[in-house]
């Protein structure tokens, strides 16, 4: 079976080689005679397809591959650092949709997976949604015809076929690691290791409901966005059910117009948004096309399919709002320094020389009209500079890039004239004034304080401690012929080590 893998993997990157992706630009001069003889060796016979065809043509073979070679052609779709710019915005057109599976399989599932589904929900329609890992249904909930209900139903055996091509995909990521040197600041087997995180959690959709559970915490005063309630009586590893939403979906410009929509206001609020939760929670939904963005009638923006979701941890959001600030103040020293101090960029380069080459992406769109100025296309471009700068690609910041991406791409499909950095402004400045200002100074001193006022508060019970075993060795003293049973003794010295120790411990 293995074999079998390695030849459908390398059916797709056959594809990809023909298309002059996966390698550098300079490839033919730089490399080896040897790596080169290989490439031509694999590419004989293998279809090359014109460039007004190609990101559809490469969509339907990989399409054919299967579920996780999908999911690896959108992964790929958010590195053009791998496989290039043109390679990237051709795998965009990579739609995540399949034929629905039957409804044999549907009944089997949930009658396995929810023992009293009949006491949930009732009348399940047929799929009206089916993509690679699962498919949806509408249902009602029981006695209550006018509850609808959504059940997400993942694809039979899909976790299986999944585990399979991952660890496939892992062994390849190894080789390829091995033999390049070169690759290994891209970090092939951390990329799989991000795509293999992101799969598990779509194949358990436990998951997807603690998710959109946190989600509906973090945004509960957010206004203007919202996520469906889930329904944890119908929800289990294969099954999740939700509330269904009614709302125009944010690929229908026209119904949205119709509707009297601000479609400027809905473009500004969507990145807002989306920068809110990665920079405020740590926290973001990972795949927010228009196909999983619904927008009710008052213009409330509900996030539907939480499958994948990003994190960032304290440094990550520092960084991503530092270099989104420095870019907007043209503060590219500053920019440079957070690479530096976040270890992104080794040490031994200097500020200024790395702040000159930022300033070669910054000052070019200064002139530009706003509609002209990509977020998304800049942090890609900041990630080609890095490359002249030993900077190692960061796993955390995939699927930050990734999202950026999408979510640039439905703001301008809602408003082509969107000023991007103004859209941004107030939430960046906002998140580093309480990061960076008096309060956060506050904070990080009762931080720091608190180990040291924790042993003030335990210090009482530990002078208590000493005391005790202090009157003990006295007693021993006053009578000396009555000495201790040794495991007495044992115990004083015990506890007097223990108390010692407790406090040096404590007070630092």
């Known amino acids: 079976m293995l074999v079998v893998r390695l030849f459908r993997f390398l059916r797709m990157a056959r594809l990809l080689l023909a298309q002059d992706a996966l390698l550098p630009p300079d490839f033919n001069e730089r490399a080896p005679l040897g790596l080169r003889i290989l490439r031509a060796v694999l590419t004989i016979a293998a279809p090359r397809f014109a460039d007004a065809q190609r990101g559809s043509a490469l969509s339907d073979r990989i399409r054919r591959l299967g579920p996780t070679y999908i999911k690896l052609g959108q992964f ?24 629905a599976f039957g409804d044999a399989h549907v009944k089997r599932i949930i009658a396995t997976d929810l023992a009293d589904s009949e006491k949930i929900f009732e009348n399940m329609g047929p799929a009206i949604a089916a993509a690679s890992i699962a498919q949806v249904h509408q249902a009602h909930r029981l006695g209550q015809p006018n509850a609808r209900l959504a059940i997400k139903i993942l694809r039979p055996r899909i976790d299986r076929k999944v585990v399979r091509d991952l660890a496939t995909f892992r062994v390849i990521a190894r080789w390829i690691e091995r033999l390049m040197p070169s690759t290994r600041r891209l970090r092939p087997v951390d990329a799989i290791d991000t795509l293999s995180h992101s799969l598990e959690a779509e194949t358990d959709l436990r998951r997807e409901a603690a998710a959109i559970e946190e989600m509906a915490y973090n945004s509960r005063d957010d206004v203007g966005f919202s996520v469906p309630r889930v329904l944890w009586d119908g929800t289990a590893r294969r099954v999740l059910t939700m509330e269904w939403v009614d709302g125009i979906a944010a690929s229908d410009i026209e119904a949205l117009r119709a509707a009297g929509l601000d479609l400027p206001d ?53 960084f991503l709002a530092e270099i989104l600030s420095g870019f907007i103040t ?26 000159q080459a930022l300033r070669s992406i910054g000052e070019p769109i200064r002139d530009l009209d706003a509609s002209d100025i990509s977020m998304s296309r800049l942090l890609t471009q900041l990630f080609e500079v890095t490359d002249q700068f030993d900077m190692r690609t960061q796993p955390q910041l995939l699927l930050l890039q990734k999202t950026m991406v999408t979510v640039e791409g439905v703001a301008r499909s809602f408003d082509p004239t969107l000023n991007i950095w103004e859209a941004a402004d107030p939430v960046v400045t906002k998140w580093l004034r309480k990061q960076l200002g008096p309060e956060a100074l506050i904070r990080d001193i009762a931080e720091a304080a608190r180990p040291s006022l924790q042993a003030a508060l335990r210090l009482p019970e530990t002078l208590a401690q000493l005391e005790r075993a202090g009157a003990a060795l006295e007693d021993m003293a006053t009578n000396p012929t009555e000495p201790p049973k040794p495991t007495s003794s044992r115990l004083v ?3 007097l080590s223990v108390a010692a120790v407790s406090l040096l411990l404590h007070w630092r």
Request: aromatic share 6%; proline share 4%.
């Open 266 to 318: 809905l473009a500004t609020r969507l990145i807002r948004i989306f920068l809110t939760h990665a920079l405020r929670d740590g926290f973001f939904h990972a795949d927010m096309h228009q196909g999983n963005l619904l927008i009710k009638p008052d213009g409330t923006i509900v996030g539907i399919d939480l499958g994948i979701t990003g994190r960032l941890d304290s440094d990550s959001r520092r």
């Open 330 to 355: 043209r503060d590219y020293r500053k920019v440079a320094r957070v690479h530096l101090e976040a270890g992104y960029v080794p040490k031994r380069h200097s500020v200024e020389d790395f702040a």
């Open 76 to 99: 790929l779709a958010t590195r053009p650092d791998i496989i290039g710019m043109q390679m990237a915005a051709d795998l965009q057109h990579l739609q995540d949709r399949l034929p």
């Open 493 to 495: 010295w015990l506890a």
